[in-house]
Every structure is written in structure tokens, then in C-alpha cells.
């Protein structure tokens, strides 16, 4: 499975879009890109998932960049809920297991 | 309405013992999981099992042990040979390139 690369932690305003990077430059082309949150002391909460398209649903948008080493989780409108720790992880299709990595830790600031 | 079940919420265990931790799904998944997940760390796989009667160890199995004898259901046991079993324990599923569903876990603490 390939591995990702986050960064550690990164702060966003209240009502701002909140950007959040991810590195898959090993990424095979049947592997598909995830990502999860996880607030504190919870189970993870999927978001959304692409293997080549930009995706969007009411949660969020996934931008995967045209070589697919990269990809950009948009949160359009942060809140102060969306604090949590993100995940983003490549998956073999059709049932491969999630590798989860140490994730990238949002603040939303008022 | 479909879930994944995890219980107990807490548990305390004496050093030396086994537990066993529950793992039911609601959701007709095919695949089910394990993980770990120490204080500040990311989840780290123990187990996995993608069809009923089998499964295979993640990267952290040694100490552990599972079974899959019903679809719905995937128990973890801890056992003694787990040497660091103060952790918070989280229970998986998913069917197809769906995400994963998970449980809200269970915390262990080794009294």
C-alpha cells in the first residue's frame, strides 16, 4: 500500500475554507485516495473518496492533482466542529484495508 | 438503523489476563477490522478478515487473536502475551470500495 504524507497540524479561521494537503507520490493507478476525520476520543468518520476526479458531496471536496502524487481535502466553510484530526490514506480497491498515517490535526479558530 | 456496535465502552483488566472485546455490524459488510490507537498516535491494524472463517494479521498481531465465525460479528481477544494493552481499541467495516463504518470503540486499561 502506498504511504502519505500530511502535515502535522495546521490552524483555520471560522467561515474560511480550510485546505488541507496530502503527498501519495507512490501511488499505484487502481488505488484510490480517502479521508477520514476523527475527533478526540471517537471513531473515525469517513468524508470522501476519488481515484482520479475531483469529487464533491455535502461534506466536503477532493481535489486529486492530474499526475495523482497529490490530492487537496476542502472543507468550503470551516466551522468550529470541524476540529479534528484528518486522514488521508490510498486504498486498494475492492475491499483493501485502510493504512492509516498520523493524520493532520485542523484547528478552527474563532 | 445499520451500525457497528462496539462493547464494553470501558474496560479494566488485570495484568495476566485475557479480554475479549465485542464487535457486532448491522450492515451486511463483507470485510471486517481492528485497530489500535495509543494517545496522539494514528490507528495501527491488528487484524482483518474479509470473508466469514477467515481472516489475516495486520501489522501489530502478536498478543492478539480474533475470530469470524458469523458475518456480523469479528471478536478481539487481548491476551497476556500483550505486553502494552492499555490502548483504545477500534472495530471496522466496509463492503466494496464503500469507507469504512466504525464503531466507537472501546477503552482498555490494564489495572
Known amino acids: 500500500d502506498a504511504k502519505t504524507t500530511q502535515p502535522p497540524s495546521m490552524d483555520c479561521a471560522e467561515g474560511r475554507a480550510a485546505n488541507l494537503p496530502c503527498n501519495h507520490s507512490t501511488i499505484s493507478g487502481n488505488e484510490y485516495v480517502y479521508w477520514y476525520r476523527q475527533i478526540h476520543s471517537q471513531g473515525p468518520q469517513y468524508i470522501i473518496h476519488g481515484l482520479k476526479n475531483n469529487e464533491t458531496n455535502e461534506m466536503a471536496s477532493l481535489i486529486i492533482t492530474e499526475d495523482r502524487k497529490s490530492s487537496t481535502l476542502i472543507l468550503p466553510h470551516a466551522t468550529l466542529r470541524d476540529t479534528a484530526v484528518y486522514y488521508c490514506?490510498?486504498?486498494?480497491?475492492?475491499?483493501?484495508?485502510?493504512?492509516f498515517g498520523q493524520g493532520t490535526e485542523l484547528s478552527v479558530k474563532p | 438503523d445499520g451500525g457497528i456496535t462496539q462493547s464494553p465502552k470501558y474496560l479494566f483488566r488485570k495484568e495476566g489476563q485475557n479480554v475479549t472485546l465485542s464487535c457486532e455490524q448491522n450492515l451486511n459488510h463483507d470485510a471486517m477490522y481492528w485497530y489500535r490507537q495509543d494517545p496522539g498516535q494514528g490507528l495501527r491494524l491488528i487484524y482483518y478478515s474479509q470473508i466469514v472463517n477467515d481472516f489475516q494479521k495486520g501489522d501489530i498481531a502478536e498478543g492478539y487473536s480474533v475470530s469470524r465465525e458469523k458475518k456480523e460479528s469479528f471478536p478481539l481477544t487481548v491476551t497476556s502475551a500483550q505486553k502494552n494493552p492499555t490502548a483504545f481499541y477500534l472495530c471496522a467495516s466496509s463492503r466494496g470500495q464503500i469507507g469504512y463504518t466504525f464503531g466507537s470503540g472501546t477503552r482498555l486499561t490494564v489495572v
Open positions: 490514506i490510498v486504498r486498494l480497491p475492492p475491499g483493501g484495508k485502510l493504512i
